[in-house]
């Protein structure tokens, strides 16, 4: 059918050729090619344009929406943020909220770090303490505390935080009362405020986070809580340059504008009052129309869920809209609409369109001219060769013509004025040469027959199978040094084609290598095989062409070839697999070296672990007992405690606390033979029981000098009140050995987990050496108390691209190492430098050296100086595989007293 179309089409053609001169047929086609060239090649540009703008626009939105998306997950984290971590440290006992002054030097120091307008806490019984920002970065702490509850002192601060100075002014309404505590105590939860605006700057918006902060009984201790500036996205918005015209703005689900890329206000001033503007009355006219769209095409903002990109016409330019639901884990749930005008990018793209048509017709115009000139130019000494031609035609032969346009016209002409001479010699020698055309006929046939005998012993000499073939297939000559066994005897194949000897199959293949060869007339080289008396024989053969008619085709033999080719490529298999089986058993044999190191240490970190086990047992056994004892005396104490002397007492409690390092049994009994002397000094009765009770509550003489331990003594019950401050003591005491106990343990764990963790990925990580090497001398540690001293000199290395649990192994083998030539006691040192773009580890002990004789066997598989039992001689030899295998080397220097082992990591980084 499409064969009828196409000639359907080329026959009215055809006719048009026949009917026009030379000058149309040469003028019409050259100013349709360059016309239609022209024309396409601009609606091509002008489509691809279009289809580019689509593309361009809606990855435009896609990047901008996440950039948008980030930036707010980022922004509105900060204030969680801040309230975690100061929850976390109420909770952890860090932080006390009966201690304002802490307080507000701890929210001070996060004003410094955090960019947010205001941090806070309020209690139930009215209290309030907070921290402020004014507009030229200075701080302001607002503090009002019982029994003043109307009233607010407003401190200036210095550089280091302390107050300076005081200001007193009528506190606002009682802070219960207030939006961010009342949310948060109500809902029992952390929670966000309500957005609102600042009655001196209506153009900044604010929203403040609140958690409630419970005791251990879930009541309501207060409200912490932190204010932050929406202003801030605005102004990120801003710095988005995503096109001249482009908006970007964040809305509530009620439409009323958070931030705002455009410079028009996100409020309106009436009666005095500013209030906030919904999108649907921007005065931005394109934020106001995409907002109207969007809620007539969803009804409502709410009922938008998922992201979606979107296309309209304002004022008949198409707009390209994103608009994203963005929420967090507290409850903000706001749209992120993106909105981008198509004419942003089809400026240029039009100008190219109209600079298009008018280059088309300028090259409409100057082809038609220049064909026209060109033909008339080409087609006069081609008309008059004509005319000369058609005169010799009728038998005159004297024709001469003279042109002097283009060199090929020029030889034209000079060709056929030498054709009209030779067919006029020609003519002459006619009848001579017809004369002799018999005689050389016969020579010719004689000398051919000969060719033909001497080409045919030639063939029959050689060793490869040769036969001629014709463009059918058809053999018509054949040399065949090949025994019947292996191919066709030359009686089964002269004279027959390759379709009624072989297979369809074979011989359609042999046809095609023929005709192909014949076509093209140049030589091809193939391979093909051939079943013969139940054998696959291979040959490859070179067809080469004869005539236009037949081409030779030589074979030879590579059966044994291809056997040997099938055998070599079955090796390589069973080379490659045992490759994969050698690394796979190197994985595992450094693995179950690690194990085998790690099942050496398990009963020494058994040990590690055991111990501050056994503190936080006995630590919580004197806390239970000192517990009681202080629950039963405190209601005494508070009934004969003078009201005006319990900040005394708290304040002493303060001062009880124990220091880091625990006292030795000669530094107790020096404190307590001072302070006897001091309450002897003083005359206060029963010196050695005080003196003993203040000792172990870490007190100096100094502070029975001054407040608050002074007035206390004074007391007439001040042993029973120093006793029960002492139980109190104990609790804080031993709550800190506790705490000094687990992260003991929750070290040693670390360590064990990242020793034995297996990274099966295969995949290189940055990681730093040393946390490798501090993790093998955690699990090192109980073994290293036997009396080995390690000295650690780091100097401040890059993170490289390594296998590190692989490197903790090396580190492993040389540290076991050199401990046992040490025999756990000396010097171990380990240095990690930087040398050369390498990170250069070096670990050197201080035992008696490696013998120089076996220095260079070291390293050697199963080679070991060790007892039968102790060692396996594996542990160097996985050092310098693993350390080949990060592109390094390992280096030996020993001598007794000082073996040093220096491994070389090249400083490989990810891009």
Known sequence: MRLQQSSRFAKPFQQFLAKSDLRAVLVVPFVLQIAGTVGLVGYLSFRNGQQAVNDLANQLLGQVGNRVEQHLDQFLATPTEINQTNLDAIELGVLELDNFEQLGQLFWKQMQIFDVGYINYANQAGEFIGVERLENNQFLINETRKPSLNTMTIYQTDREGNRVGGKVIDAPDPVQSEGWYAAAASAGRPVWSQIYQWNDKPEVLSI??????????????????????????SEFLRTLRVSPSARIFVIERDGSLVATSSKQPAYQVADGEAKRLSALASSDPLIQAVAQHLHQKFGQFAAIHQSQQ???????????????????????DWLVVIAVPEGDFMTQIEQNTRLTIALWGVAFVLSVAIGMVTARWVTGPILRLNQAAKAI??????????VRHTEELRELSTSFNQMAGQLRASFAALESTNRDLE??????????AAAE??????FEAMTELIFVLDRQGRYLKITAPYPESVYPSREALLGKTVHEVFAADFADQVTRHVQTVLDEQRPHQVEYSLPIAEQEAWFAANISPISSETVIWVARDISEQKQAEAALRTKNEELTQTLQQLQATQDELVQSEKMAALGQLVAGIAHEINTPLGAIQASISNISGALDQAMQQLPHLFQVLPPERLADFFQLLQMARPPREPLSFREERQLRRALKQVLAARAIPEADKLADLLSKMNLAPEALEAEPLLPLLQLSNHRFVLETAYQLSVVQNNSQNIMLAVERAAKIVFALKNYARYDVSGQM??????????????????QLKRGVEVRKHYATVPKILCYPEELTQVWSNLIHNALQAMDYQGTLTITATEQNQHVVVQITDSGSGIPPEIRDRIFEPFFTTKPVGEGSGLGLDIVRRIVAKHHGNVELESEPGHTTFSVWLPMWQAE
């Open 208 to 233: 403040s986070s609140s958690y409630p902060v419970y005791d251990q009984n879930r009541v309501l201790l207060g409200v912490i809580g932190v204010d932050l500036l929406l202003s801030g996205i």
């Open 310 to 332: 979107l296309e309209f016409q304002v004022n008949q330019e198409r707009q390209f809209i994103q608009v994203t639901p963005w929420r967090d884990a507290l409850g903000l």
């Open 393 to 402: 035609a009728a038998g005159d032969l004297d024709q001469t013509i003279e």
């Open 439 to 448: 005689q050389r006929v016969q020579e010719r046939t004689a000398s051919l």
């Open 453 to 458: 005998a001497e080409l045919r012993g030639l």
């Open 765 to 782: 990580v940055e990681a730093l050496v040393i946390d490798g090497i501090d993790t093998v001398l955690m699990l090192y540690h109980n």
